[in-house]
């Protein structure tokens, strides 16, 4: 159990001892250290509820709340807050488990299936910044998952069916259909002039309606064609991820096109189950859940009056796919707010149908990334940035940042350490606001050393290493003993990384992973400032470093869960 999980339950057993049965405790890490190191909130609301004074309540729920071996001082503050200061020598059991196993200390979950379906671009064009949070924050949640233990599958349901690749496949017969690679170097270029041609020329145009239909129909030739088109347009994504470190590749992809051959079985078995209605020539399942302005039922098409199929419909083939033929647990889509509505309808439709049993179903929201002007992120002069660009530019502003700090090092060596802060900046910018808001893109705060950064953060990680560097051998078993503030309030944080990262799980927020970590590197510095590690001596200098050897594991693992590299030095 987690130090949260077990205070609570604790808490919760004396409330239920004074009366107060099914009364929330409200355990929280206390917000300042005055208030000791948790505290017990919901004793007031117990108090309303039964109608008595707060603090009289307070003093009978502290005679029956059994915190032995847990708490060495229990007090009772304000209008009837429990304080709670946890015992020294079970904080430093919980640190020292915490070093010597493979997962921090954190009791591993119920193993699960779960899908983590992330990034998704659509191929008819080349990435923009619009993808980048699905891939960041996808990533993330992909890495926290597998931490705690469970089968993570990850999924690119790329866009790489439908009129467009029409449009895209005449258009490369027309033009070097020798060398695609040569002709789709620059992909946004390629669809632009493409749709001019098309604007341009109905004869153009007819040629690309019927290479639609030649698609859709299985030809062969044309086949081949967008194929090769889908190759080029996947090693564009291919060249971003594995510049950003993300951990998706062809093995993931699962486009669009893959549940082509489903999607009249969707529809007869949405028949089959009594869900479909014809409206004009259209067909439709109407949900009375959802309203429309004028508060009518909403319906959502799943087959268009000239026969084709829509984006809601091959969401729910791909829910049967993954229910039926992957087995999943738990499917978590992480996809633009904008697009809520949309899966919330998805998750209705199929759970009506029975397409999913009980395999959870999750939309994961996030906002717009939005430049300095707060409006959209744009280029200068008003265009779509290129995703890779941006991670280049990244590079480079924090290659400029590195070597004016460190003239000396060698260039590969500057390089490498810019390649980590640069796009450890933009992810962690990223991460470590909540992600259903949107958020300010702006170089200058993402890439300071100081304030909740990853340059700050992997900074102050190089920091812990070289006190390693200069200690030479300790004993990695002894004892931690916590006697000084400053080492308390570390460890206390320390002890709360379970706590920090079973929350993920269940809400899958990852700002406050950020956060912890900051109040980490914060907590060691005033550590390493109020009680000197090399200078001590004996037990004293052993116990230290292994709040040290804590400290930095600790980063290093919440930063790898984020997708952020930590470094030796810097
Ligand atoms: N390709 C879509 C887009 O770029 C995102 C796909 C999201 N996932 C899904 N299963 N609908 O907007």
């Known amino acids: 159990m987690t130090i949260l999980q077990l205070i609570s339950?604790?808490?919760?057993?004396?409330?239920?001892?004074?009366?107060?049965?099914?009364?929330?405790?409200?355990?929280q890490p206390a917000s300042k250290p005055e208030f000791g190191d948790y505290q017990i909130n919901g004793v007031m609301a117990a108090a309303k509820q039964l109608r008595c004074n707060p603090r009289e309540l307070a003093t009978k729920v502290l005679a029956v709340l059994d915190l032995a071996g847990i708490a060495e001082k229990l007090e009772i503050a304000g209008p009837g807050?429990?304080?709670?200061?946890?015992?020294?020598?079970?904080?430093?059991?919980?640190?020292?488990?915490?070093?010597?196993?493979?997962?921090?200390?954190?009791?591993?979950?119920?193993?699960?299936?779960?899908?983590?379906?992330?990034?998704?671009?659509?191929?008819?064009?080349?990435?923009?910044?619009?993808?980048?949070?699905?891939?960041?924050?996808?990533?993330?949640?992909?890495?926290?998952?597998?931490?705690?233990?469970?089968?993570?599958?990850?999924?690119?349901?790329v866009g790489d069916w439908g009129t467009q690749f029409g449009m895209l496949t005449a258009f490369l017969v027309e033009n070097h259909q020798d060398d695609a690679g040569l002709a789709l170097n620059d992909l946004e270029d390629f669809y632009r002039k493409a749709k001019i041609r098309f604007d341009e020329s109905p004869e153009f145009a007819d040629r690309a309606r019927d290479y639609v239909v030649r698609l859709q129909g299985g030809d062969e030739q044309v086949l081949q064609l967008w194929r090769r088109f889908v190759e080029v347009s996947l090693a564009h994504c291919q060249a971003v991820y594995t510049t950003l470190g993300v951990g998706l590749g062809r093995e993931h992809v699962h486009g669009e096109s893959a549940y082509n051959d489903d999607l009249p079985v969707v529809v007869e078995e949405l028949t089959r189950a009594g869900l479909l209605t014809?409206?004009?020539?259209?067909?439709?399942?109407?949900?009375?859940?959802?309203?429309?302005?004028?508060d009518k039922a909403m319906g959502v098409i799943v087959q268009k009056k000239d026969g084709g199929y829509l984006y809601t419909t091959t969401d729910i083939s791909a829910i049967r796919y993954r229910h039926a033929t992957l087995g999943l647990d738990r499917v978590l889509y992480v996809v633009d707010a904008r697009q809520s509505q949309h899966f919330q309808q998805l998750f209705t439709i199929c759970r009506k149908a029975g397409f999913a049993g009980d395999m959870q179903l999750q939309h994961i929201p996030f906002g717009t990334m939005?430049?300095?002007?707060?409006?959209?992120?744009?280029?200068?002069?008003?265009?779509?940035?290129?995703?890779?660009?941006?991670?280049?530019?990244?590079?480079?502003?924090?290659?400029?940042?590195?070597?004016?700090?460190?003239?000396?090092?060698?260039?590969?060596?500057?390089?490498?350490?810019?390649?980590?802060?640069?796009?450890?900046?933009?992810k962690y910018a990223d991460l470590s606001k909540s992600r259903v808001s949107d958020y300010i893109f702006n170089w200058e705060t993402m890439l300071s050393f100081e304030g909740n950064t990853a340059p700050y953060l992997q900074y102050a990680f190089t920091r812990v290493q070289s006190v390693f560097r200069k200690?030479?051998?300790?004993?990695?078993?002894?004892?931690?003993?916590?006697?000084?503030?400053?080492?308390?309030?570390?460890?206390?944080?320390?002890?709360?990384?379970?706590?920090?990262?079973?929350?993920?799980?269940?809400?899958?927020?990852?700002?406050?992973?950020?956060?912890?970590?900051?109040?980490?590197?914060?907590?060691?510095?005033?550590?390493?400032?109020?009680?000197?590690?090399?200078?001590?001596?004996?037990?004293l200098r052993a116990s230290r470093l292994q709040l040290a050897a804590l400290t930095a594991r600790t980063l290093r693992t919440g930063l790898d869960l984020l997708g952020i590299e930590v470094l030796d030095t810097m």
């Open 9 to 27: 339950q604790r808490a919760s057993a004396a409330l239920d001892a004074v009366g107060a049965a099914g009364a929330p405790a409200h355990v």
């Open 81 to 157: 807050f429990i304080n709670i200061h946890l015992d020294r020598q079970f904080l430093a059991d919980k640190c020292q488990l915490a070093l010597t196993d493979a997962h921090l200390g954190v009791e591993l979950p119920t193993r699960r299936r779960v899908m983590v379906e992330y990034s998704s671009p659509n191929l008819a064009k080349e990435m923009h910044v619009g993808h980048l949070r699905s891939t960041i924050i996808g990533d993330a949640l992909a890495r926290v998952m597998s931490f705690l233990g469970h089968e993570v599958v990850r999924a690119n349901h």
């Open 278 to 294: 014809e409206n004009d020539g259209a067909k439709v399942v109407v949900l009375e859940e959802f309203r429309t302005q004028d």
């Open 370 to 426: 939005m430049g300095d002007d707060g409006k959209p992120f744009k280029t200068r002069s008003g265009g779509t940035v290129k995703l890779i660009e941006l991670l280049h530019e990244a590079e480079e502003r924090a290659f400029a940042l590195v070597s004016a700090k460190n003239p000396d090092l060698e260039e590969g060596e500057r390089r490498h350490i810019a390649h980590a802060v640069g796009i450890g900046a933009v």
């Open 471 to 539: 200690a030479g051998d300790y004993d990695a078993a002894a004892p931690i003993v916590l006697e000084e503030a400053a080492e308390k309030q570390l460890a206390v944080a320390l002890a709360q990384f379970d706590d920090v990262v079973l929350a993920i799980e269940s809400d899958c927020y990852l700002h406050g992973l950020c956060q912890y970590l900051y109040q980490i590197a914060t907590l060691f510095s005033r550590f390493y400032e109020a009680c000197p590690i090399l200078k001590s001596e004996g037990a």
